[in-house]
């Protein structure tokens, strides 16, 4: 059974930087892609940034320029695959609390809907 667990959150000055990491554990095969989504309470869960197997990256509007998603080399056949986002230049309206996912699935295309979640973890940046 796949398991994912976010780290690195916590509170930062506005223009700061943090780094989270996820750790996910479980796999059978090298997932599809990995990626981060954020949500704020009363708002729904957003993409933030992807990356897929192949190594290529995506990256939501507002995060572009200031966010660095990657993972480490793994063997094809490892269980264990880390993701990490680095973020800079952080702004109080990056506060939320933020998911790490997998696709382990193949569903015609990767990063496309992920199947796997973390519990996440929150970042508060202020003013």
């Known amino acids: 059974q796949i398991h994912l667990m976010e780290s690195g959150g916590g509170s930062v000055q506005a223009g700061g930087s943090l780094t989270l990491s996820c750790e996910g554990t479980g796999y059978s095969i090298t997932p599809y892609c990995m990626g981060w989504f954020r949500q704020v309470p009363g708002r729904e869960r957003e993409g933030v940034a992807a990356l897929s197997a192949e190594g290529k990256s995506t990256y939501a509007d507002f995060v572009k320029g200031r966010f660095t998603i990657s993972k480490p080399v793994a063997s094809v056949m490892s269980a264990n695959h880390t993701l990490y986002l680095h973020m800079t230049n952080l702004t109080p309206e990056d506060s939320a609390t933020y998911y790490c996912?997998?696709?382990?699935?193949?569903?015609?295309?990767?990063?496309?809907?992920?199947?796997?979640w973390g519990q996440g973890t929150s970042i508060t940046v202020s003013s």
């Open positions: 996912g997998s696709q382990s699935s193949w569903t015609g295309s990767p990063c496309n809907r992920l199947d796997a």
